[in-house]
């Protein structure tokens, strides 16, 4: 006997590792408590084949300690806010894959149930690491958001130019950018740990550097507009 109708929906209803992020996304910029968004996002994960315990217990690393907010949104704080929230979206998703893994060898006996503990350790640490990154690219856009306040959108780029300089910060030196459209490369001061490039007036006649690589394109209008809502 065969089965059609199951072997043609079920592939198409499981959600896309992208549907599963931009939900987790939506749901982080608003849920309270784990447990108010372990209840929104079961259903999603529940189809992703994730267990609510593996999500509960990634919602329990990035919720515990959530981004600052800071009062002020200028045009590259506000792209940066938006990345940032996106960003711990995916780790949030591929930890509850981590943890999911490690419960199923718990449950078929192959795994010390005391090996999801050392895992909750690892994956604090881990977002830890995460939460730095978040941190410095945030400062570094608002940076460029107050030299937005002296020369406007279009800044220059500057860079230390020495032998510690990495490749993309020399080759972006002394061109321009737009506060409103993150380079590829991300803003001046958070290329890498420990650039040390920095936002300056435009130079005359350099060429932009490329942008519309800092967000996802394809998020959707009403994604958009409930991360607006919600001040990201
Ligand atoms: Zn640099």
């Given amino acids: 006997m065969t089965q059609p109708a199951q072997q043609q929906t079920a592939p198409a209803q499981q959600p896309t590792n992208q549907q599963a992020v931009l939900a987790a996304a939506t749901v982080l910029a608003t849920a309270v408590t784990v447990a108010e968004a372990a209840a929104m996002l079961a259903p999603v994960f529940l189809a992703m084949k994730i267990r609510r315990e593996a999500l509960t217990a990634a919602l329990g690393v990035v919720m515990d300690r959530p981004p600052d907010r800071t009062g002020f949104y200028g045009p590259a704080t506000a792209q940066i806010a938006r990345l940032n929230l996106i960003r711990r979206a995916q780790f949030m998703v591929n930890s509850s894959r981590r943890f999911n893994e490690t419960l199923a060898r718990v449950a078929a006996g192959g795994a010390d149930p005391r090996e999801l503990l050392?895992?909750?350790?690892?994956?604090?640490?881990?977002?830890?690491?995460?939460?730095?990154?978040?941190?410095?690219?945030?400062?570094?856009?608002?940076?460029?958001?107050?030299?937005?306040?002296?020369?406007?959108?279009?800044?220059?780029?500057?860079?230390?130019?020495?032998?510690?300089?990495?490749?993309?910060?020399?080759?972006?030196n002394r061109h321009?950018?737009?506060?409103?459209?993150?380079?590829?490369?991300?803003?001046?001061?958070?290329?890498?740990?420990?650039?040390?490039?920095?936002?300056?007036?435009?130079?005359?006649?350099?060429?932009?550097?490329?942008?519309?690589?800092?967000?996802?394109?394809?998020?959707?209008?009403?994604?958009?507009?409930?991360?607006?809502e919600a001040g990201v």
Avoid: K
């Fill in 176 to 228: 321009n950018f737009r506060a409103d459209d993150m380079p590829s490369i991300g803003f001046p001061g958070a290329v890498h740990p420990h650039c040390r490039c920095w936002p300056g007036p435009p130079v005359p006649g350099a060429a932009v550097l490329p942008g519309g690589q800092g967000l996802p394109t394809r998020v959707s209008r009403r994604t958009a507009r409930r991360l607006a």
């Fill in 118 to 172: 050392a895992q909750m350790a690892a994956e604090r640490r881990y977002y830890g690491q995460h939460q730095e990154a978040v941190w410095n690219r945030m400062q570094a856009a608002a940076v460029v958001d107050s030299r937005v306040m002296d020369y406007g959108p279009l800044l220059g780029w500057y860079s230390v130019n020495d032998r510690r300089t990495s490749p993309e910060c020399r080759r972006a």
